[in-house]
């Protein structure tokens, strides 16, 4: 699926939220940023990757398939021929150095959680299926804060980032810690009388 072939879903979504006829061109750009920062948070499209031990070499680059770019490889989860393995990845580029160099043709077992790439790139079909109303608070955050749209609400803007925010928690607290349906909520004592 396509940003284009997502957006009118969006719009249609957005409508009676206060966005004034949204330009089409906007709303791409808006529900493309927040597809890739929804894929940042919360580190659910994973894979493996998987490279080959050469001889006395600790550092690895971690290439990906067309269309990925790294968020972060799993590093306490990386094996050399099945075997758990010492590594980090370097800060500044995505690659991954070994305390010791993996025997040569090792087999090399790398997690990692991906985005997608900011052009024309399909987006996973679980973005559609199962993630769509974070992406569209954050989109409407985006709209709603766009300076240069007729469609600023200042309050608008911050309850969808609110939203967003108590999403995300939830689909992190559930893949981290297997809640079954949600995270535990917290009690705000600024808001009275709200059951949460």
């Not at 939220?17 to 808006?30: I, K, L, Q």
């Not at 559609?128 to 469609?151: G, I, K, N």
């Not at 609110?162 to 995300?168: A, H, L, Q, T």
Request: glycine share 4%.
């Amino acid at each position: 699926m396509k940003i284009e072939e997502l957006a009118p879903k969006i719009i249609l979504l957005l409508s009676g939220t206060g966005v004034e006829t949204p330009n089409e061109h906007s709303v791409n750009m808006a529900l493309q940023d927040a597809i890739v920062k929804f894929m940042e948070d919360t580190g659910v499209f994973t894979d493996e990757l998987e490279l080959e031990g050469q001889d006395c070499v600790t550092e690895y680059i971690l290439d990906l398939p067309e269309c990925r770019r790294l968020v972060a490889p799993d590093v306490r989860h990386v094996t050399v021929n099945g075997c758990p393995a010492r590594c980090w990845r370097d800060g500044h580029h995505d690659v991954l150095v070994f305390d010791c160099a993996p025997p040569e043709g090792a087999c090399i077992v790398v997690p990692y959680s991906w985005k997608i790439q900011r052009d024309d790139c399909d987006i996973p079909e679980a973005i559609y299926e199962d993630y769509l109303e974070p992406v569209r608070d954050y989109t409407l955050w985006l709209l709603h804060s766009d300076f240069f749209s007729p469609a600023v609400s200042r309050v608008r803007a911050q309850e969808a980032y609110m939203r967003y925010n108590e999403r995300i928690a939830d689909i992190k607290a559930r893949k981290d810690f297997s809640f079954s349906r949600s995270r535990p909520r917290m009690r705000n004592p600024y808001r009275r009388g709200r059951r949460y």
